[in-house]
């Protein structure tokens, strides 16, 4: 399923789904199939981008509340 996709897969297979529909010659239900796809592909690289983000910021917060070295005054 695609919600078991790391992000790099996921966007993989993103750049394949607007490929596809950006060279046409699909039925209406194919493309509607693939835009469907896509929107999901799209949604779990928002989850792991948001999850990076929340590590990055968590990450610099204990930086800031960490007493600086060498400022012993």
Do not use: F, I
């Not at 966007?11 to 039925?27: F, T």
């Not at 796809?37 to 917060?61: F, I, Q």
Request: hydrophobic share 35%; net charge negative.
């Amino acid at each position: 399923m695609t919600e078991e996709l790391g992000y790099e897969q996921a966007r993989d297979q993103l750049v394949e789904v607007v490929r596809d529909l950006e060279a046409g010659g699909l039925s209406l239900e194919q493309s509607l199939a693939l835009w469907e796809k896509g929107e999901k592909l799209a949604k779990v690289c928002e989850r792991h981008l948001d999850g990076a983000r929340e590590r990055v910021e968590a990450a610099l917060a204990s930086v800031e509340d960490s007493p600086e070295e060498g400022n012993a005054g």
